[in-house]
């Protein structure tokens, strides 16, 4: 399958492309659109979103929040927040979801924050938490603890993560 640009291609593995569009087939037939709201895949997940044809008008818009200040100004989180638990928190992964649902016209948005390393003494290269916001309120929290596999394989192994959040979410809301 062509899902990615010639220069990303390489780098994503089948099973991440073809999950990809098994999600936005789900979401279409639903007549849902998507949001994301990331730190460290960068955009990796809104870019293989946006790469699989015939599916644009399902993917709504995507928020790269890599700084602390990006969550803060584009998805809207307590600079309190982020400083009390840590950008990469349970609870800033579920405020950025939320953010990222409140503004965009989605109606499920999934947000991925984490250390995809080399991190700093007390950061834990692997761990990556993910949240979900639905429209009706529904939200749901993930933690993942990769290990240190290196950047590209802990943006990988996220992206894999984030997408089975998507496809769980998708299978409930049937």
Request: charged share 25%; with cysteine.
């Amino acid at each position: 399958m062509d899902c990615m640009a010639e220069e990303l291609e390489a780098a994503l593995p089948d099973d991440v492309c073809s999950l990809a569009e098994r999600i936005l087939a789900a979401a279409k037939q639903r007549d849902w659109q998507i949001a994301t709201a990331e730190s460290c895949t960068g955009g990796l997940l809104a870019a293989l979103f946006t790469d699989v044809p015939g599916y644009s008008h399902v993917f709504d818009r995507g928020f790269v929040s890599y700084s602390d200040g990006a969550k803060c100004d584009l998805l809207g989180l307590a600079s309190e927040m982020v400083e009390n638990c840590g950008a990469v928190s349970r609870e800033v992964a579920e405020a950025m979801a939320e953010g990222a649902l409140e503004r965009s016209a989605a109606q499920v948005a999934i947000s991925v924050t984490g250390f995809a390393g080399p991190g700093g003494e007390d950061d834990e290269e692997g761990l990556v938490h993910f949240g979900i916001a639905a429209s009706g309120g529904e939200k749901w929290h993930r933690e993942e603890h990769f290990g240190p596999i290196g950047r590209d394989g802990v943006r990988i192994a996220a992206m894999r993560a984030a997408l089975d959040m998507l496809r769980e979410t998708l299978d409930l809301a049937a």
